[in-house]
């Protein structure tokens, strides 16, 4: 009996692809795992092997086929002895199966041959493989067998039971090449079978991507978690956002600050993040266009004060506690608070109205060694700033090469409110603070 050779779910979410390749010809002959077609999915180009050995009658799907359904009929597959006249006496190819409702390991791996039933079945099969029954042979314990007709023909000539041998080939079927090496009375064929597919619990959280719930664990997210998570998948998705990129050079930076903590004394130490800070509120009251919210009726808040939010790792998530006034402050005491904000975070001490309600936020990757990223906007602020670590760089000055410490900023800014040139604006005047930083004293 001629067999289907049809279109292979290569993931769990496949639904269609491409056959790209044939590798076989009408009147090629094949044996089990020779390489019969390249299929293409938007996650990859996987090649398709044969299950059984046999001759291919007719290719009904040509390569370079696009959006061909799983299950489809793609090519018929004549057995030894069979000739071409066996085509026209076999039912026409079955449409394409619906879609599985739950999602297996074994619905998902690639299968690239389905027989045809010889009669109809009227019972799902134990293997749960969501094809095509491959014969109406049952075992000892009532469970479906699977066999290609070649198998059993062969077993009957040798007297075997084809419950007492496992297959080899997907979800269990049995082959050619396990019916011959097989004895009467085996259990297993000498040739080593296939990994058994692995079970997948339909109810476990990654269940649709194929994932078996052993190989991760849960944990459950704290209530401030849940809400950054809420609050900036929002933020993304709804909020018209622009990067803009500029490399300060701060070594004029560090030696201010290193001035700045010999003349403060023992137990203060103003850190580079202390000044960015002051930078930034500087630069708000100096372009205070930048220093907006937008709101959804379509109007536009213009705050009055430059209150920085700084972004603060905890265990499980990140918090942002305002230095309020940033602009009018000295370093000593932003120091003073950023370290008390930052130590009352992560013990989860801090008040409400400590992280609700900046105007502006700066978040500093550089201790970590990132050189330059982008941050998601915590509405209803319009901006947030992304600062990269302090390196070492080759810079030109005056004509002529020389080595500088330069940093990368990043701000992030919401159209609605920011455009291109205020925001430009915003970053100018942070980079002359940074740059040159006795400027914030005047």
Partial sequence: ?????????????????????????????????????EIETDKATMEVEAVDEGVIGKILVAEG?????????????????????AMDKAPAPAAPAAKA??????????????????????????????????DGDVGKD?????????????????????????????????????VENARPGAAKPAVAPA???????????????????????????????????????????????F???????????????????????????????DILIKAAGLALKKVPAANASWIEDGRIALHKHADVSMAVAIEGGLITPIIFDADTKGLV???????????????????????????????????FGIQSFSSIINPPQGMILSVGAGEQRPVVTNGALAIATVMTVTLTCDHRVVDGATGAKWIAAFRTF??????MLM
């Avoid at 067999?3 to 076989?24: R, Y």
């Avoid at 803009?244 to 993040?273: P, T």
Wanted: charged content about 30%.
């Fill in 333 to 367: 005491q932003i120091s003073t608070e950023s370290k008390d904000l930052a130590a009352r975070a992560r013990t989860r001490k801090l008040k409400p109205e400590e992280f609700q309600g900046g105007t502006f936020s700066l978040s500093n990757l550089g201790m």
């Fill in 65 to 85: 086929t696009e959006n061909v359904k799983v299950n489809a009929v793609i090519a018929i597959l004549l057995e030894e002895g069979e000739d071409k006249s």
């Fill in 101 to 134: 409702t739950s999602t297996s390991s074994a619905d998902s791996a690639p299968t690239s041959q389905v027989e045809k039933p010889a009669e109809p079945v009227s019972s799902p099969t134990s293997g749960g493989s969501g094809g095509k029954a491959a």
């Fill in 195 to 241: 990994a058994a597919p692995v079970e997948i619990d339909h109810d476990a959280p990654l269940a649709r991507y194929g994932i078996a719930a052993d190989r991760y664990d849960v944990v459950k997210a704290d209530g401030i978690t849940k809400i950054a998570a809420k609050r900036l998948s929002e933020s993304f998705r709804d909020i018209p956002h």
């Fill in 142 to 178: 009532g469970d479906r067998l699977k066999a290609s007709p070649l198998a059993k023909r062969i077993a009957a000539d040798k007297g075997l039971d084809l419950a007492s041998i496992k297959g080899s080939g997907p979800h269990g079927r049995i082959v050619k090449r396990d």
């Fill in 434 to 439: 940074v740059e040159d930083p006795m400027t």
């Fill in 1 to 37: 009996m001629s067999i289907e050779i049809t279109m292979p779910a290569l993931s769990p979410t496949m639904e269609e692809g491409i056959l790209a390749k044939w590798h076989v010809k009408e009147g090629d002959k094949v044996e089990s795992g020779m390489v019969l077609a």
């Fill in 243 to 273: 990067p803009l990129n500029v490399d300060c050079r701060i070594d004029a930076l560090l030696d201010f600050r290193k001035r700045i903590n010999e003349a403060a004394g023992e137990g203060v130490k103003v850190s580079v993040n």
